[in-house]
């Protein structure tokens, strides 16, 4: 099939569909062998490799193949074979996989505009002009930061952009169960969701077009599932490149300390479970409609329409724990089957795996603990963290001079070298790839950096001057001064809808409008402030953060938030890392969690247990530990840093009703008291000045 009738076929395919869906809603190698964040000598042949002559110049789609499974579900994929001037390739070549819960359909339509728009010589144009935009001054900088990514390859390397046919790869997309065409329903990446994913590996080995070597990859879903094809360690599987990827939901987002974050993850259920709804309109197209396959895929559709939103509706509606429902009480039993399929085994991702994540990502709060947790040399793992979000990771210059490769190059790089043996350097590529916060893109061996150390800041009651519109302006300092005990209150309030967590949980739509993502001052007429002294030299933050705090709340439970900033000289406040913890489920695993050698935590790690909830008693003062985002920073000299403290977030994070009711949503107090100090114990490379 040639391009041009593949696209137009596709096009009255996505007409029908909008249709549809409108009108029913090795060992380590040495450091000195890494490049830097550009790619050294290495980069320009990465680049040619994608921009320069193809061996195939089209693509023969095979749609609709139906994939069944071991318990007999049926799981529909659609295969794009490399063809030469209008005919299918022949022999066998490595195949690269995504496992799509958003729908094959928005992927292929997606990817064949992408071709098109190449073919027709006007991609490359248009994107650099996008990218280019900027008018300063006019307030819309958030949305040009958005924009001057456009050029950067990250929606070649989320789609399964057809150039890599143009290199002999063959593509295939796959429905996972309960999602898009595919039969069942959807597990929210459970046990069987697994195995699915380990079963169509072991088909695309079976095929006679493919040579045995197969490459998962995807971005958001897709890349948490391209993560979870490692679970069985199917053979075939040899390599992963995972896009703004997350190895533990619960902890990212849909418990994270806690509360629920239903900014993203109510709407995502919604999104997921209307779309599921969309008959399979390709298989009629193509003429391999099956009654009898859509008759069960309608079946299974009526028995689970709104998967996991009853968990949602008994979260917000029971009072006690015992009004639970039982599968809403499984979020909050760490060995029930859904919080197990919420959190990937990384011991078991033993392939060559390349991860793009952000610091504001959806899933920034375990991104680099997922790296470090993976059992392979930095020869065989990569890790990318932009200083962006879940849509605009920050990568905006990639490609340009001193700056990291597009991200296609990388992952076509990276693919080229561990499915098709090809030595192109690719594993010689820096480990670890940061921007810092308030710094420039580096290259690290390591992260945390081991040079930087975790002091304490002491929480204080000295005004810094620096806070004038908060609820309160405290100091920040590397000594505990002596004090009476002082009871400083916040309550609960709205104003962080226009915060950067908001942006955060948003997925990055928040981050258009400055006021909010860029500077916390509106937040924080709603929170404590504890500000430091400015540094004298510049200073970098490398690592976990955690704030401790001695509270005391007038109920029986509390909800805090705790976020550390960059505070620059002319007073704007900037987030740089943020943590949360519904204060009954307090109780740290202390094996799990991470200490500084003065016994402080740096990274607790809490059981998030019903069963061992602790409420608390009116009155009486309690010890928190806040885990907050590890983070890598630059406080230039001039800059301070803070502390705020806040008694809510939504929309990032919502307490379930029974943890609301127990708090009375009361206000709530910090104690500072130089028998039981507060402090945010913090990684830096130099002390700050008291």
């Not at 009255?12 to 569909?17: N, V, Y």
């Not at 450091?31 to 290495?42: A, C, E, F, I, L």
């Not at 071709?115 to 900027?134: F, H, M, R, T, Y």
Request: proline share 7%.
């Amino acid at each position: 099939m040639r391009i041009g009738l593949f696209v137009r076929g596709v096009a009255i395919c996505l007409a029908i569909a909008l249709g549809v869906v409108f009108s029913s809603s090795g060992a380590d190698a040495r450091p000195g062998q890494y490049t830097g964040v550009d790619g050294g000598r290495y980069a320009a042949k990465w680049t040619s490799a994608v921009d320069g002559p193809q061996r195939y110049n089209g693509v023969a789609p095979d749609l609709a193949v139906p994939i069944t499974m071991d318990d007999g579900t049926v799981l529909k994929a659609d295969v794009i074979h490399p063809a030469r001037d209008g005919r299918r390739a022949t022999g066998k070549r490595p195949v690269i996989l995504q496992l799509q819960g958003y729908g094959k359909l928005p992927m292929l339509v997606g990817a064949a505009f992408l071709a098109s728009a190449k073919g027709l010589g006007v991609k490359k144009p248009l994107e650099d002009w996008i990218s280019s935009l900027n008018l300063p001054g006019v307030g819309l900088d958030g949305v040009f930061d958005l924009t001057r990514q456009l050029n950067s390859g990250a929606i070649e390397a989320a789609v399964q952009d057809w150039a890599l046919t143009g290199a002999g790869y063959t593509l295939v997309q796959v429905d996972m169960r309960g999602t898009g065409n595919s039969n069942g329903n959807w597990q929210v990446f459970g046990e069987r969701e697994k195995r699915d994913a380990a079963a169509v590996v072991n088909w695309i080995a079976r095929q006679s077009w493919s040579d045995g070597n197969v490459g998962a990859m995807g971005v958001s879903f897709t890349a948490i599932s391209a993560l979870e094809t490692t679970h069985l360690m199917p053979p075939a599987l040899k390599s992963i490149f995972a896009y703004v990827p997350s190895a533990d939901v619960f902890a990212d987002i849909a418990g994270a300390g806690g509360a629920v974050g239903v900014g993203f993850l109510v709407p995502w259920l919604i999104g997921v479970n209307l779309y599921k709804m969309t008959p399979d309109v390709t298989s009629i197209i193509v003429g391999k409609f099956s009654p009898e396959q859509q008759l069960q895929w309608f079946k299974d559709r009526l028995a689970d329409p709104a998967t996991l939103l009853d968990v949602v509706a008994s979260g917000y509606t029971a009072l006690s724990p015992e009004q639970l429902t039982r599968k809403a009480r499984e979020l909050y039993d760490p060995n029930s089957y859904l919080r197990k399929g919420l959190k990937t085994d990384t011991s078991r991702i033993r392939v060559p795996t390349f991860i793009a994540g952000a610091w504001f990502d959806l899933f920034g709060n375990t991104a680099t603990n997922t790296f470090n947790s993976i059992p392979l040399s930095t020869d065989k793992k990569k890790l990318i963290m932009g200083d962006g979000y879940h849509v605009g990771a920050g990568y905006a210059g990639f490609g340009q001079r001193n700056m990291p490769p597009r991200l296609d190059v990388l992952q076509r790089a990276w693919f080229d070298h561990w499915l098709r043996g090809i030595d192109n350097g690719i594993d010689k590529y820096s480990p670890i790839t940061v921007k810092e916060q308030g710094g420039a893109w580096v290259s690290l061996p390591e992260f945390p950096v081991s040079q930087n150390l975790h002091r304490r800041m002491y929480l204080n009651a000295k005004r810094s001057g620096t806070s004038p519109t908060a609820r309160f302006d405290g100091g920040l300092s590397a000594v505990s001064y002596p004090t009476k005990p002082r009871d400083l209150t916040v309550a609960p309030g709205l104003l962080s809808v226009c915060s950067r967590d908001s942006a955060q949980i948003s997925a990055g739509i928040i981050s258009i409008i400055e006021a909010c993502a860029r500077d916390s001052r509106i937040w924080e007429r709603e929170g404590l402030t504890f500000t430091s002294s400015p540094m004298r030299n510049e200073t970098t933050i490398s690592g976990p953060i955690n704030a401790h705090l001695n509270v005391v709340h007038d109920a029986k439970d509390g909800y805090w938030v705790a976020t550390l900033n960059d505070v620059s000289p002319d007073g704007n406040s900037r987030e740089i890392s943020t943590g949360q913890l519904i204060a009954s489920m307090r109780q740290i695993d202390s094996g799990r969690s991470q200490k500084s050698s003065n016994g402080d935590y740096t990274q607790p790690s809490y059981y998030m247990d019903l069963s061992k909830r602790q409420k608390t008693i009116p009155g009486r003062p309690v010890v928190l530990d806040i885990s907050l985002t590890p983070i890598q920073a630059t406080l230039k000299p001039g800059h301070r840093l803070r502390l705020d403290v806040y008694a809510s977030n939504f929309p990032k994070g919502l307490p379930p009703a029974f943890f609301l009711a127990d708090s009375g949503l009361k206000p709530q107090r910090v104690r500072l008291d130089a028998q039981q100090p507060s402090w945010v114990n913090v990684p830096l490379s130099a002390p700050i000045p008291s």
